[in-house]
């Protein structure tokens, strides 16, 4: 059965321009384990380049499995033709001679009981040999009308999708979805998707992805996915690949973090000497009520925050964002002097060290 770290694949061409080279030469940098490539959708088969009449993902496959590195194949389901989805599945499945089969039912997917159990009979009549895997909804008691014990009394593995959007609890919510999965009737192991995505303005930090990574090493579960691959390195900074590819999942090595997390240290630990070396010597920092250059005046704005404006605060990170050469910080914090609710930083960055930062909040008492 599977082991260890792996990354789903939405679209081959959204990755480095779809350079299996390039793939490949990462997912074996990263030391995955297996990756998990979209194979087909509804009753078509999907990564095929219609026009040009050119299946994509035949060479990923092999270059991957010449490293090494499995391949499994992931299938969004609609459930309103399950025989044609079933026959689809069976068909690419031996095409493409992948190593694993994840069925993706969702929204679509909801109250058709009858639907999966035709998919599920078909193609587990059929399909013999390779694990079959379910990715869904990372919470099944919010989505009590989809058919989870008609997919699961087949499946060898859940695949939750533990995507705490506008959230930064991974290791909460990965724990809240083990239980309530072990409440339902069939219970195969569990392997949950992490989040390593952008969207709606809303992005997780480089320490809740090394948390959700450390919370699955601690409950004993076999390995992590993550979603998404052209979305991680087309619109995150590098440091999300790094942490991911860096994380070693026998020895649970924490890789090094982002400045976001940095910074936040920095703050927490009331030093204004840490914080000084995430900074060029001619850093400038500005706040709406001045500007200064140098390392010097910008030590003498952090030791007065820590005594006179914020004494003995607590700071949390509510979020950041930005990739490359910029970041944007949101931030809360309590202390004796009030609580700040609205913190901001926009950091400007040359060779991974500040060169600008905007600083921005207001206490309240």
């Known amino acids: 059965m599977l082991t260890g770290k792996g990354m789903f694949i939405w679209k081959i061409q959204n990755c480095h321009n779809g350079s299996i080279s390039e793939i490949t030469r990462r997912a074996v940098k990263s030391n995955y384990s297996h990756v998990l490539v979209k194979i087909a959708n509804g009753i078509y088969s999907y990564n095929y380049d219609w026009e040009k009449n050119i299946d994509l993902v035949p060479p990923l496959v092999a270059a991957l499995k010449a490293e090494g590195i499995q391949v499994?194949?992931?299938?969004?389901?609609?459930?309103?033709?399950?025989?044609?989805?079933?026959?689809?599945?069976?068909?690419?499945?031996?095409?493409?001679?992948?190593?694993?089969?994840?069925?993706?039912?969702?929204?679509?997917?909801?109250?058709?009981?009858?639907?999966?159990?035709?998919?599920?009979?078909?193609?587990?009549?059929?399909?013999?040999?390779?694990?079959?895997?379910?990715?869904?909804?990372?919470?099944?008691?919010?989505?009590?009308q989809l058919p989870w014990n008609e997919f699961l009394k087949k499946c060898d593995l859940t695949m939750p999708q533990i995507y705490w959007m506008f959230?930064?609890?991974?290791?909460?919510?990965?724990?809240?979805?083990?239980?309530?999965?072990q409440n339902l009737k069939y219970t195969p192991p569990i392997f949950p998707t992490g989040a390593a995505f952008t969207?709606?303005?809303?992005?997780?930090?480089?320490?809740?992805?090394?948390?959700?990574?450390?919370?699955?090493?601690?409950?004993?579960?076999?390995?992590?996915?993550?979603?998404?691959?052209?979305?991680?390195?087309?619109?995150?900074?590098?440091?999300?690949?790094?942490?991911?590819?860096?994380?070693?999942?026998?020895?649970?090595?924490?890789?090094?973090?982002?400045?976001?997390?940095q910074y936040l240290a920095g703050l927490n630990a009331h030093s204004a000497e840490q914080l000084l070396g995430l900074y060029r010597d001619d850093a400038v920092h500005i706040t709406s009520e001045r500007t200064v250059q140098g390392k010097a005046a910008i030590k003498s704005w952090f030791e007065s925050l820590f005594t006179e404006i914020l004494p003995d605060a607590t700071f949390k990170l509510a979020g950041f964002s930005g990739s490359g050469s910029t970041r944007q910080i949101s931030w809360t914090a309590s202390s004796s002097a009030g609580a700040v609710q609205d913190g901001r930083d926009t950091l400007g960055l040359i060779e991974g060290r500040i060169a600008y930062h905007f600083s921005e909040f207001s206490i309240s008492k």
């Open 72 to 144: 499994w194949g992931w299938h969004y389901l609609f459930g309103d033709q399950p025989g044609q989805e079933a026959s689809k599945a069976i068909s690419r499945i031996r095409e493409l001679g992948v190593d694993g089969y994840v069925i993706n039912a969702e929204g679509h997917y909801k109250g058709k009981y009858s639907a999966a159990t035709t998919f599920m009979n078909q193609l587990t009549g059929a399909i013999k040999g390779i694990p079959i895997a379910l990715s869904s909804y990372r919470y099944p008691n919010y989505h009590p």
């Open 199 to 261: 969207e709606y303005g809303w992005t997780p930090t480089v320490a809740e992805i090394v948390e959700f990574m450390q919370t699955a090493k601690n409950l004993k579960l076999a390995g992590v996915n993550f979603w998404e691959w052209g979305n991680m390195h087309t619109y995150l900074p590098a440091q999300y690949y790094r942490t991911i590819r860096d994380f070693d999942w026998q020895g649970g090595t924490t890789p090094p973090r982002d400045i976001s997390e």
């Open 167 to 181: 959230a930064h609890n991974p290791g909460a919510q990965l724990k809240k979805s083990i239980a309530e999965f």
